[in-house]
């Protein structure tokens, strides 16, 4: 008995529908991209046409503002904030993956006792907002003697419940006969791990690793309370400076700096949204 994947004609949307879906799809792609094209617009016109009523929503390209760039890059010392974001970025993203892989490798893989307590404690601690350990953790590194360091701007966020959630849950999805495979021909865990397991999870891998780089990139509240010198901000601290530098009177050059900022994100995203779409729609579900 074989199915048809094509729709029968009872089953197909009607004009109308298609008209209405389409109309959604159009609105639903003004409120997301609206902001970000009034950004981009933004920060290439004069300081005049921004706050010019009715808005000009396409700016003249004869007068375009290339300088608001550099503007925004010599009010502030933004070299120093990217070099710091790339930093914290890089390491605690790599830092963190390594946690969650190996944590979630555990609880997938390892038996040890009170194993389902455990992970139904680590569960529990998604449900914890985020801003409750703030006071701890900076009561720690202030103890340590790690305010205005890397050290102290990457290590509280090492450990990530989320990324290990979803890296466990995709490893349970894994096949079997595989890893038995891989034991007979006398691997051990780590191996198994490095040479069986994480190849096959490399979606989620991707997706897991995305998610927690722009969190660490945007991360806004813990640079700001545990660095006091310029030297040690970031880039989302980088835009809150060149505000009070430039106030409410050079609003192209502050939106150029917001640009200048989500670049890298989005060129991440773009590289790596088929990947991430995958791995959110692989083995998520699995208990």
């Known amino acids: 008995m074989t199915t048809s994947t094509v729709d029968s004609p009872a089953r197909r949307p009607s004009r109308g529908g298609r008209v209405v879906r389409y109309v959604l799809l159009v609105v639903l792609a003004c409120v997301v991209l609206g902001p970000i094209y009034w950004l981009v617009t933004s920060a290439l016109k004069p300081t005049a046409d921004i706050y010019t009523y009715p808005p000009t929503w396409l700016p003249n390209p004869l007068h375009l503002r290339w300088a608001n760039f550099a503007d925004a890059w010599h009010a502030a010392p933004f070299g120093r904030f990217f ?24 609880f997938a893989f390892l038996r040890f006792p009170f194993k389902k307590v455990l992970f139904g404690i680590l569960l529990g601690a998604m449900m914890v907002p985020g801003h409750v350990t703030l006071l701890p953790n900076y009561l720690t590194i202030s103890d340590l003697g790690w305010i205005n360091t890397y050290q102290g701007l990457i290590f509280p966020g090492l450990g990530s419940v989320f990324a290990t959630f979803l890296l466990r849950q995709h490893m349970l999805t894994l096949p079997g006969e595989v890893l038995d495979a891989a034991k007979v021909d006398g691997a051990g865990h780590l191996r198994t791990m490095f040479r069986v397991v994480l190849p096959l999870s490399r979606p989620m891998l991707i997706t897991a690793g995305v998610i927690t780089l722009v969190a660490k990139w945007n991360d806004f509240i813990w640079p700001l309370i545990v660095t006091n010198s310029t030297n040690m901000r970031t880039v989302p601290i980088g835009l809150l400076f060149l505000k009070t530098q430039e106030g409410y009177n050079n609003w192209g050059a502050i939106m150029a700096a917001t640009v200048l900022v989500i670049v890298p994100v989005l060129v991440v995203f773009f590289f790596a949204q088929r990947q991430i779409v995958a791995g959110l729609t692989q083995g998520a579900t699995k208990g």
């Open 83 to 106: 070099l710091n974001s790339l930093i914290v970025t890089a390491i605690g993203t790599a830092g963190e993956m390594l946690c969650a892989t190996l944590c979630a490798y555990a």
